[in-house]
């Protein structure tokens, strides 16, 4: 039952540098961007390929052509590429479909996107399933425009091809199975969603590395089509998913955010709640509302699966959102070790919350004659344990988790579950089968 | 399904302006006023008269004697008529049986009844079961009363006749009914209970214009024995009530009151509770208690129907209420108007609260392809019906009616409406049959 | 059902009285001085002796030897007895082995216990499990130790014996029981038992004296194996006990402590919550927690019993609390008294808490011609006595207790009890039978 803590001290630097490997690839919902990145994981971790076919129905949905892009630029009279892919991938609209032409600055503009409440950040903007094409550009570069004729070219293909998606299966004890979502379609933006990314990675590399009692499946998909071609290979397997959790905007400063899975007070909620209040860090828990992320999908009412979202600042509430902002400089390791650690600790809270059966329910046993209770006098860390012993042999009637015990008792969770440990030692305590 | 909403701004005025009218009648809880008074609706919408005859047993009550009164006076030595019946009819006391007879102020004094706080006001009192007799003058005028003989006289009968009410049935699609209840046995008071009696009558004259769902009842009764003895003829398709208000002192200034059912949370407890919160105007919920109005007799136990109460002050809770202080400048037609919309709106929403399933319960459906999502960009009033319709999609699992979504997403009802208006017309939601 | 108030003014004197006999004892969990103790309590009422032999196994307990004492000092090389038995039984550590010997300081002070924050104080210790001696003094006594040998003394016995503890029943009309509880194995402390031993002992005494509705056990049990010992020999026949209290520390001024039972919400924890609620005094309501006094044994999960734990000041949050400062001064009779009172009436509350059946539960009885209701005006004290029959009546469906009523109203149990046998008086209500 032991389950060894995590040691490294350089997972916030290991994820940041991994991140930082990812971040110039052009990443979309489909498409050779995706492809790298996903090798790239598979460096870490072996993560299993899926390529679905364009063109495939999904439930509702179909599975959109393959995107890809070599090159785009809008060149001046002089010839000098004033915006210039190359830069950065964010200057072309997603899935903007192949140009060449010439256009006057007057008839360019509706195809240019720009923030001018931040005239330094590239604005990030998709097209997925409107055939268009444009430039997002910084307010600056915009306002420098002139009444000139410029060349147009997106150097993009929209074809046929696959969308591709990462799955990794860390098998347990049960087959009862830990989601832990990320989304893999976004290019150069860091928070949303590398940080994901990176976390989702090197959790799976870290339990990977120990004794599960539940099985773990890391998916690195698309936003949206990838989660919903996932569910619609996977219909009836997905009812093996006991907790679960989309990961996403883990390395920025703000505080922690957990989303409650559309259930609302199920076991991973309880879990997050927990060690979030434990954490001395600030925090909130928001209700569940079918926005934001994958869980959208995994929590629609014919899955209605126990899933929920945990991120730093909550999604679009920065300014860097969904712009240039959120860069290498936005995110650091500090953050995302921060992310990393109360993850893990709710994954490891998951494994240990067991329901014991307390074996000398009549009345307490006697803790004294078995070294347990203090002697004459006590610190104020014995009797912190003591009362944790108390509370588990109190509870463990077999109706309490340790997580309930922790719950109703206010102590927190690693003391409660230590406590159970001696008393198991000790004979005093049995599992429940369940 | 569409049900018109109310285009009249009239409404206010029109109801005050049938309050103006109403105004002189002297009604008491039987007696040629009450009737009088119905036939007056009866010009607006077509009640149906009942007539309950003296002695009859309801339940644990006897229908009293009908009272009658033609004049009342007290005259001085000089023969003027210091109170007069003429001038108010709150002068006399409620169902004063018949007097003739001369008095010095010591004896008269007993049978007198002011307010030394409000020396301009008249005070209403009442003695149904009694037999007795009294007069309500204003304080200033006791304090002219001198130490001289006075003439009495009270034209009154009260005699086997009957107990007088309307009752208006609106047949809807269903048998399941709305019950609308006013008392109608007060005398020339504005707020209480004229306001009541005007609202429902306009209210029904409404509804009488459009296609119902519901089935709608509306009862002008007296209190307390006029509620009694409709209960006791209908004790078994009361049961039919699925929803019910009792409305009344809904013409003053105050901020609204909705005092819920004995059962406490039935739907027209959540119904007027969410209008209220969303009405942007002062109001408090309160809990049931058997006290007020005909709701305490349909909430007895025996019946326990989910009625609450509709007001604006509460009953008893300003210095106005009855006395002469609650004329026709205390009620005012905006004030109507305000309580007419919300009631109006509750009703509504009680006909438009259905249940739906999602047609596409695996994920979302695809919107965009529908035309249903925001383009690229967007504005405020878009993105709140794209959550409307997020929110009418993962909660329409055939376990939630419209209001239950409202309530969870903090919706305003309306927002939501359209939005499942919308689902169903693009074949995305289908009701769900009761 | 009339069941007479206590008229008494002298309880709170009489308790205090019974606890200056008791003071001077010397008690611990066996032996003489609980003899002593369980014969004075007999001479008020006819408690049973029960002696339970050493050795014997109780749950994963057993039964320890019997501890007496006659004699203990430490005397200096003057052969004076610098502390003495004979001046405080607080001064031997409970359940020291016998010991004759002498002693340079130096050795001796790991068997001096003091408390340096309260330098005229005497600490209170045992050592009950763990054989061992010593000696508890003031931390001035301490500081005037030199640097001499010392003749130690203790003159006491620990062999195969008894554990003693009283009994007494009560009984009622029903077999279902209300436990009273107290520890009663404290040496020279007030606050910490002998408040709860007096009055349990006053309770019972009024009690015996009228008719009961429940039995009554009362239990003068030494703390932790006499409640263990009590449950191992009546495991079944406790399953009888509907309500329990334990009570201890009762008087000393600190305001009220109610400690819920296990299972939170139950009727007893309900009927002190509403007694303390309407006290006017202050209190607070915490929750159950698996530490304290006998409340730990009587709610472990096999028994699970509805039993709470009524005390001024919380268990050891008072300095005194453990120390020879919780002596005849730190108590006071009125604290004792108002201690009384309220468990009295949280006892009768439970006694009259019946369900009755409105005999006319359609629409309100007419409480006018049964003279119930106020005539014309009508003071506050007659408008809360109809509210309270109005509310009887609304909610006496057969689902209500009275103090669900009470609670739900608003309303002091005590009004809503009287409004209860008027309207019985009256044939309005019957009693349900259990």
């Known amino acids: 039952m032991v389950i060894s803590e995590l040691k490294s001290d350089t997972v916030g630097t290991d994820m940041y540098n991994f991140m930082a490997k990812l971040y110039p690839i052009c990443r979309s919902i489909t498409g050779n961007g995706v492809r790298e990145t996903l090798r790239k994981i598979q460096e870490l971790?072996?993560?299993?390929?899926?390529?679905?076919?364009?063109?495939?129905?999904?439930?509702?949905?179909?599975?959109?052509?393959?995107?890809?892009?070599?090159?785009?630029?809008?060149?001046?009279?002089?010839?000098?590429?004033?915006?210039?892919?190359?830069?950065?991938?964010?200057?072309?609209?997603g899935?903007?479909?192949?140009?060449?032409?010439?256009m006057v600055l007057k008839e360019l503009r509706e195809y240019l996107f720009?923030?001018?409440?931040?005239?330094?950040?590239?604005?990030?903007?998709?097209?997925?399933?409107?055939?268009?094409?444009?430039?997002?550009?910084?307010?600056?570069?915009?306002?420098?425009?002139?009444?000139?004729?410029?060349?147009?070219?997106?150097?993009?293909?929209?074809?046929?091809g696959h969308l591709t998606y990462g799955e990794y299966y860390l098998e347990g004890e049960s087959?009862?199975?830990?989601?832990?979502?990320?989304h893999i379609c976004h290019p150069s933006l860091c928070n949303d969603n590398l940080s994901g990314v990176a976390l989702s990675t090197f959790l799976a590399k870290h339990l990977a590395s120990r004794s599960r009692r539940y099985s773990f499946r890391f998916l690195f998909v698309p936003g949206t089509i990838g989660s919903i071609a996932w569910l619609a290979a996977n219909?009836?397997?997905?009812?093996?998913?006991?907790?679960?959790?989309?990961?996403t905007g883990v390395g920025d400063p703000g505080p922690f955010t957990y989303k409650k899975s559309r259930q609302g007070d199920v076991e991973?909620?309880?879990?997050?709640?927990?060690?979030?209040?434990?954490?001395?860090?600030?925090?909130?828990?928001?209700?569940?509302?079918?926005?934001g992320y994958d869980e959208r999908q995994y929590c629609s009412p014919a899955f209605n699966l126990p899933v929920g979202c945990f991120m730093r600042s909550s999604h679009g509430e920065y300014p860097e959102y969904h712009t240039s902002g959120d860069n290498l400089d936005f995110v650091q390791?500090?953050?995302?070790?921060?992310?990393?650690?109360?993850?893990?600790?709710?994954?490891?809270?998951?494994?240990?919350n067991k329901v014991f059966l307390n074996q000398n329910p009549h009345c307490e046993p006697q803790l004294g004659r078995r070294g347990l209770y203090r002697a004459i006098g006590g610190q104020a860390e014995g009797a912190k344990r003591e009362m944790a012993m108390l509370w588990v042999l109190n509870l463990s009637d077999g109706h309490h988790t340790l997580l309930g015990i922790a719950e109703r008792s206010n102590i927190p969770f690693d003391v409660v579950y230590e406590a159970a440990e001696v008393l198991l030692d000790h004979g005093l305590l049995k599992e429940v089968n369940a």
């Open 45 to 93: 971790i072996p993560i299993k390929i899926h390529e679905v076919p364009s063109e495939m129905k999904v439930f509702d949905w179909t599975v959109p052509k393959e995107w890809n892009i070599r090159d785009a630029y809008i060149k001046n009279t002089h010839g000098e590429r004033i915006i210039d892919f190359k830069n950065s991938n964010l200057h072309v609209v």
């Open 95 to 102: 899935y903007s479909m192949p140009v060449k032409t010439k």
């Open 114 to 160: 720009t923030i001018p409440e931040y005239p330094d950040w590239i604005p990030y903007r998709t097209s997925y399933y409107k055939e268009t094409w444009g430039f997002c550009l910084t307010h600056k570069q915009f306002l420098e425009l002139h009444d000139e004729e410029y060349e147009i070219c997106i150097d993009s293909t929209l074809e046929n």
């Open 175 to 182: 087959t009862e199975e830990v989601l832990i979502s990320s």
């Open 235 to 247: 219909e009836d397997s997905a009812r093996n998913i006991k907790h679960g959790v989309v990961v």
């Open 268 to 291: 991973i909620d309880r879990a997050f709640g927990h060690v979030l209040k434990h954490s001395q860090q600030e925090f909130k828990i928001i209700d569940f509302f079918p926005y």
């Open 333 to 352: 390791p500090q953050y995302l070790k921060e992310s990393f650690s109360h993850c893990l600790k709710t994954l490891t809270l998951l494994e240990r």
